[in-house]
């Protein structure tokens, strides 16, 4: 079945897959309005602010008038190939949304971003904040942003279950469309070599036990993937670039352009952010390309 795994050494439990399209259509709905789409208009006299972002080529250069809006809606949802450069660099439309609902969400749409972000490479919540985190989603449910009924059981209610068993280990996230957890890619493993070639099978002669040892050092390895208070409120990907910010680049880029001009999250304003570097938090080094609604991990 399709959906995001909760695994623990003890049991697993999972959310079905309509949630993490879910929160993928809501956090871009999110993002779209962080960068007031329809909000402006692309006239011959009065452009839109986004046209100075778009990357060389791109057919969106050709399009023009309440069309374009449409089209670079489409662009931004899909995200296939580069549709932005911000100072010579393309902009990783992935991790802007997800930033944009980091720093205006609260817990439930923070935990929604981490989620939909990195589920697929195993973000994970340690024993002593399992009851935390599943007090997070309790008061989604309560919302109804986490969407779960008694005519409509999406699997929330059985992870707070999982996640209030117990409180002595750690647990794992993985997406059924990708490798379960614990696996052979991310364990501190030296893979055996038998006659030239690396023997990838040897892994499943491992016991259960020995997989989740192996699994969970390499896991703890990345700290950026751990989901927990300490950094909750502050965490965000890469270089912290959300869309109100890419809105304020773009109308720097064509000053007489017009949009009205939202408010930006004070937590992503660049002074915040050069705090952040200076105190050495995390900022992620990974790439994400998402291609119809699903993330490939490139490291």
């Not at 340690?126 to 008061?139: K, Q, T």
């Not at 996230?173 to 990838?200: H, I, L, M, R, Y």
């Not at 040892?213 to 959300?242: H, I």
């Not at 809105?247 to 050069?274: H, Y």
Request: aromatic share 10%; glycine share 10%; net charge neutral.
């Amino acid at each position: 079945m399709s959906g995001i795994y909760f695994h623990s050494q003890h049991g697993d439990s999972v959310v079905r897959g309509t949630e993490r399209y879910f929160m993928g259509g809501f956090i871009g709905n999110l993002f779209e309005v962080s960068l007031g789409l329809g909000m402006d208009d692309d006239t011959p006299s009065s452009p839109s602010i986004y046209r100075g972002l778009l990357a060389q080529g791109h057919y969106l250069h050709d399009i023009h008038g309440k069309q374009f809006t449409e089209s670079l809606k489409c662009a931004l949802s899909v995200m296939m190939g580069e549709v932005f450069r911000v100072e010579g660099k393309p902009v990783n439309l992935f991790s802007a949304q997800l930033n944009t609902a980091l720093n205006i969400g609260g817990d439930e749409v923070k935990l929604m971003a981490r989620l939909h972000g990195q589920c697929e490479i195993h973000c994970y919540v340690e024993g002593a904040n399992r009851d935390w985190l599943a007090g997070i989603i309790e008061r989604g449910i309560k919302i109804g942003l986490f969407r779960e009924a008694e005519d409509w059981k999406t699997g929330w209610s059985n992870v707070i279950t999982l996640l209030r068993s117990r409180n002595d280990c750690p647990v794992v996230t993985s997406f059924s469309a990708c490798e379960q957890f614990p696996n052979a890619g991310v364990a501190d493993w030296e893979v055996p070599v038998v006659d030239g070639e690396k023997n990838w099978d040897a892994w499943y002669d491992l016991p259960s036990e020995k997989q989740w040892e192996l699994s969970l050092q390499g896991l703890r390895a990345q700290p950026s993937l751990e989901m927990k208070p300490d950094n909750w409120k502050d965490y965000y990907f890469r270089d912290g670039l959300d869309g109100f910010g890419l809105a304020e680049n773009a109308r720097q880029r064509l000053p007489g352009a017009s949009i009205a001009r939202p408010q930006r999250s004070n937590r992503n304003d660049n002074r915040n952010l050069q705090r952040r570097r200076a105190a050495g938090r995390w900022r992620s080094g990974h790439r994400k390309n998402v291609i119809m609604g699903k993330s490939n991990f490139v490291p």
